[in-house]
């Protein structure tokens, strides 16, 4: 599989997106955006603060949109220097503002000569000073639109990239699904290439043993035989399918949740950006700075006191309208941040009209509508951009956390294709065919003593060849089992010590060689939780003992063995309990010995000796 976290598909969004990429980007310098900016220009240049006459309002939205044609010209000029040195979409975010710079400065200067020449302007120096206005909002006005279509670029680029790795990391779990099917075909091969007709070999052999004189008594083996083999090819051709089938639905339902977890949010797209566009305190303190310093150029300290104070309470009530609604229903956002920048504007009609120290408006309405304009036209590109930015972070987490779950999925679906190799390597290449060999070895020594003349016990026959018959049969359909890491052996007794809480008191000890054992033998791990659990299952039912101890070590006897001692308070074993059960059963099919004996203080003490899988595999090998 290919690395793609090596080609990029994990880079940090905030690496690849900062404000310094949007406003250098190609779009910086696109007509198409200076084109949508040309209305601001136009009515920030009519609001300027100077009182024109009903004939000169016309006259100066005229100049204003010509200083906008000229920095349009300068614009257009500047690309195509930029596509002969084939440099477009490559500025630097220092050439980006120098072409910006002269840009306003063009638009400066034709509107201020047009308003020194057409004499709107008596006084020469208004005129610099009118250059100065258009210049430093036609650069401010354009850097606001940049900006904004730079986020919103900038969002749908990144999540259309994020959701990308999303189907990629989808197509890497169909490949782990497959590599897993790939593992469960290997071992259906296996089985019928190797352990199938071996077991019709030894089938032919306990026919022929059987059919010899005075060897009646084997019918039971032949049986037996016939029965072991029929169960193990009805579980390769039916058992093995139902449980791969249900490991095939177990896998499908984690890549689903993981796609669950990569889908909770969908991009809402524009509506969704403009639907929950506010205005955020932040956004209000900066409208109520600006008036307020407005005020205090004229001279009215009180004025700009008043209106702050009044523009506060307005921000304030509107944020918390904004909690109350928490984005429902939708749009919720929108009209509140409206009617915010509603109730400042009539804050600032309403104190200008007080006359608080002989300050009073001297514009007109109309100026006080398109002041307003300006300002909503402004807010909503920044409230556009801070939205668009908040989604961007929101779906970037979402999307993130669903590719996590993804990777995980990808990883376990992994880890099971590499336990199940190792399973059907391990025991059809080690433990079945030890089995057989060790059957095959079995029949062979008893079918040589006869031909010697000896009389060699029939039922030792029966019984060695039935256990390891039965054996078999269990490790076959180990390999089937849905494979999972199992718990350590410290983790299950806690487990055994929580359900017990109340009727038995468990301690244990476990010495760190045979941790190391139970470590590598995953099979052994089993079998000692399950010999423990009848062990104090016993010790409380039958033996009444209220606190028990479980010492685990490796066995002095024979290396690669597991020794598991049980001792508790109880009455002591009784006479029906030293013929076992089916904790005993369980310990001699797996080849082990136990002993149960009376302790001198009271109570039982149970010694168990378990072999290893590897142990076992090589001694009947």
């Not at 955006?33 to 220009?41: G, H, R, S």
């Not at 610099?128 to 650069?139: K, N, S």
């Not at 915010?340 to 608080?356: D, E, K, M, N, S």
């Amino acid at each position: 599989m290919a690395n793609f976290e090596a080609k990029g598909g994990r880079r940090n969004v905030l690496d690849r997106w900062s404000a310094r990429t949007a406003i250098a980007g190609e779009w910086s310098t696109s007509p198409t955006l200076w084109l949508l900016a040309f209305p601001f220009i136009v009515l920030v240049q009519q609001g300027r603060f100077h009182r024109f006459t009903a004939g000169e309002t016309p006259a100066v939205l005229g100049i204003s949109f010509l200083g906008q044609v000229g920095a349009l010209l300068v614009l257009l000029a500047a690309r195509r220097i930029g596509a002969r040195r084939r440099a477009v979409g490559t500025r630097s975010l220092m050439a980006v503002i120098g072409i910006w710079l002269i840009a306003g400065g063009g638009a400066g200067a034709v509107t201020g000569w047009l308003m020194g020449w057409l004499q709107i302007i008596q006084v020469q120096g208004q005129v610099l000073t009118a250059m100065l206005i258009m210049a430093i909002t036609t650069v401010l006005t354009y850097l606001l639109v940049s900006f904004t279509i730079g986020v919103v670029r900038g969002h749908r680029a990144e999540v259309g990239r994020l959701r990308a790795y999303r189907d990629v990391l989808v197509l890497r779990s169909q490949e782990s699904g497959a590599y897993v099917e790939d593992q469960q075909r290997l071992l259906r091969a296996a089985l019928n290439d190797a352990v199938l007709p071996a077991f019709r070999d030894l089938v032919e052999r306990v026919e022929a043993l059987s059919c010899r004189p005075l060897q009646e008594e084997l019918v039971p083996l032949r049986l037996r035989v016939i029965n072991t083999s029929e169960t193990l090819v009805g579980r390769v051709e039916i058992g093995i399918d139902d449980a791969f089938q249900q490991q095939r639905t177990n896998r499908q339902r984690r890549i689903a949740q993981g796609r669950i977890a990569q889908g909770r949010r969908t991009d809402g797209g524009w509506r969704s950006i403009i639907l929950n566009t506010s205005v955020t305190p932040r956004m209000g303190c900066l409208i109520v700075v600006g008036f307020a310093f407005m005020e205090r150029l004229r001279g009215c300290v009180t004025t700009s006191v008043v209106m702050a104070v009044g523009m506060v309470l307005v921000v304030l009530a509107g944020a918390a309208v904004r909690r109350h609604f928490s984005g429902e229903p939708p749009g919720s956002r929108l009209a509140v941040g409206v009617a915010t920048l509603g109730a400042i504007l009539l804050v600032f009609w309403w104190v200008t009209r007080l006359g608080i120290s002989g300050c009073s408006w001297s514009g007109s309405t109309l100026l006080i509508v398109t002041s307003g304009c300006t300002l909503v036209g402004a807010l909503v590109f920044a409230g556009v951009s801070l939205e668009a930015d908040r989604q961007l972070r929101l779906i970037k987490d979402e999307l993130h956390d669903g590719n996590d779950a993804s990777q995980a999925a990808i990883a376990a679906l992994n880890e099971t294709g590499r336990i199940l190799r190792d399973q059907v390597s391990y025991v059809l290449n080690g433990v079945l065919q030890g089995r057989l060999a060790a059957v095959s070895i079995a029949l062979q020594a008893h079918i040589d003593e006869l031909g010697r003349g000896g009389h060699p016990s029939t039922d030792r026959l029966v019984e060695q060849v039935t256990a390891l018959l039965r054996l078999a049969d269990r490790d076959l359909a180990e390999i089937v089992t849905e494979p999972v890491q199992s718990l350590r052996l410290d983790e299950a007794l806690h487990q055994l010590r929580s359900r017990w809480a109340g009727l038995l008191t468990v301690g244990w000890d476990i010495e760190p060689a045979a941790q190391g054992l139970l470590d590598d033998d995953v099979f052994l791990l089993q079998l000692a939780n399950e010999v423990i659990d009848h062990a104090v299952r016993n010790s409380s039912r039958h033996g009444g003992a209220t606190g028990l101890t479980i010492q685990v070590s490796t066995s002095g006897v024979v290396v690669g063995w597991l020794r598991i001692r049980v001792q508790d308070n109880g009455f002591g074993p009784g006479p029906d309990e030293a013929l076992g059960g089916s904790g005993a059963r369980l310990v001699t099919e797996r080849l082990g010995t136990w002993a149960l004996r009376s302790r001198n203080g009271g109570g039982a003490e149970l010694t168990v000796d378990l072999p290893g899988s590897r142990w076992s595999s090589d001694h009947h090998a």
